[in-house]
Structures are given as C-alpha cells and as structure tokens.
C-alpha cells in the first residue's frame, strides 16, 4: 500500500516557476489537508482543491488548523506558508520554502558583507524605485529622506486620484481598526506585500535577513523587496480600495492588490529584479548544478560531494 511519505520529491525543473504562480492565497477559519496533489479548504460551505504547486504564498488567518500532509505537500511544492492575523494584518510566522541552490544567497552574502557594495545595492534599490531620480554619490543618510519626501508625494498624488482624505500615515500595532479607511488599506496592502516578497526571497533561496536598506529585523530583506512596489502598487491599490467605502476596506484592499499583481506579473519581475539587483547570473546552469551539492577547497574550486578524499588526490 502506497503511503503520502513514499512519493518521490520533485526536482526543480518539475516545479511551477515561482513567476507563473498564484501570488498569494488567504485562507481563515478552515482545515487544510491534504487530497493527491492538491491541497484542500474544508469549511461550513465545503471542500475546495488548490492545486498547490500554483501557490506562491499561502496566508493562513484566525480560526485555521493545517495538517502535517499539508504542509509536506506545501513545502515540497515550493509554496510559502505564512500565518497572518485576521484580513492578513499582522504576520505571525512562516515555513521554509523549496530550496536547491545557494547561488543567490551566496551572491547575496557576498554584496552583503562589503560596505560599498551593500550601498550600490541600496542606491540600485533607490534607482529602482524612482527612475527619473539619480542616487548616485549619494549617502545612506540621503537616500533616506529623498525615499521619505517621494513617498509622501506619493500619499498626496493617490488621494487626489481618488479622492480620498488624507492626513499622514498612521499604523497603531495593537489596534488595526482604529486607524482611518485610508490607512487601514496601506497597512492590509503593506502585509500583503511582505507575504508576496517573502514568497519569492524564500523561493530563490535568499536569506530574509540580509538587508540592504533595512537592518536588524529578520525579515530585513522582505521589506527591501516589498518597498521596490509599494509606490508603484501597494499605495495605489489601497487608496482604490478606501475610495470605494469605510466597509469591509482589508478585503477590498486584498483584491485590489491581487488584480494588480497579476496584471503587472510582480512574482516574475520580482524574482528577475532580485537577480539583477545581486548582480547573479544563472547563465548555461543545468539541473545538475541546480541540485548539486559540492565540497569547497583551495583556489575557489568546487569538488563533487558524496566522495570521501582521504585517499584520492584533490588535483
């Protein structure tokens, strides 16, 4: 007899690439299990089959159990898995995504650990974000306030778009329905983001904690990759979801930003601007190099893994 853990892994090259997928799926008040090779939403209206190699962040809200079929099949997939506080508000935790090579988090490191290039990357980020603007030669310290003035310009623009009052950005952490319409979407908008971002990051196999623009935080590349879109889609789309009402704005908020998402195909770009940013090039790699594993030795060469050398000549 067959069993769920004797099936055979997928290699990488028979998974969904993280690109063509679903950005993201929230799902609340429901079990997810586990049917073949789907996962299923079980709840007071029924079951309903994902196919879950076409997930690209699953968002689990209050009121949901998961089994652990699920999360095998999940994981196996590449999917990312996230759980999220009620509308996908606050993040709680998230489950490690596929991951086969290390060659981004190696070039990602390796930007990283340099102060001069942890700057380009940072003025990239910048560049970006705001193409008609130049950053170059300028500080940290700049970067920053050029970001706070274009931004704020942003709030203004969106607002007068639609209509749609507006004061200053306000997040209160413990009390999300205190805040206006306006701020309510930003902030449902924001977490969304940060889902998708992660998503990808964990999917290229990059570390969420080495940033760019932000430190300290374990997600401190999430939130680089996600601010990339937050003038571009995020603010937008949120400010489209107050401008139709005070109700029901985090759901509103939540389909405005899918449909922006797939019609600007963000997980593809995404995961190309991650790569251009780390400046990685995948160019003439196999499915072999992909899921190799190799032992390091002198001269920056790469020796295959699997062999013991104590009594074979290295050269």
Known sequence: ??????????????????????SFLYLERCTVH????????TDVD????????????????????????????????????????EHGVRYYAGGRALTRSSG????????WANRRTRLE????????????????????????????????????????????????????????????????????AAQCMYGVAHAVVAALGCSPGLGFVHSGHERSFVLDIADLYKTEIAIPAAFDAAAMGDDD???RTRR???????????????????????????????????DRMGLQSDGGRVLDGGRNYGDEPIW
Not at 51 to 74: E, W
Not at 104 to 111: N, V
């Open 34 to 41: 586990r049917d073949d090779n789907a996962i299923t939403a």
């Open 256 to 290: 405005a930003l899918r449909d922006r998402i797939n019609k600007s195909r963000l997980m593809e770009r995404c995961a190309d601007d991650i790569k251009r940013l780390l400046r990685y090039k995948e160019a003439g790699a196999t499915a072999a190099d992909t």
């Open 121 to 188: 990357v940072a003025r990239d980020m910048y560049r970006l974000r705001f193409p008609e603007d130049d950053p170059s030669g300028h500080t940290r310290d700049d970067l920053l306030r050029m970001e706070g003035r274009r931004v704020k310009e942003v709030y203004r623009r969106e607002a007068a778009r639609t209509g749609v009052p507006w004061k200053r950005r306000e997040y209160h952490r413990n009390d999300f329905s205190s805040a206006d319409a306006p701020n309510q979407a930003v902030t449902a």
């Open 249 to 251: 704005v985090p759901t």
């Open 104 to 111: 981004l988090l190696e070039a990602q490191a390796t930007a």
């Open 1 to 22: 007899m067959s069993t769920v853990s004797k099936r055979a892994l997928s290699s990488p090259w028979e998974l969904t690439r993280v690109g063509d997928r679903v």
């Open 46 to 85: 029924g079951v309903t089959h994902i196919p879950s190699a076409t997930i690209g962040t699953l968002l689990l809200g209050p009121g949901t159990r998961v089994t652990h079929q699920a999360m095998a099949l999940l994981g196996e997939s590449g999917a990312a898995v996230v759980w999220v506080g």
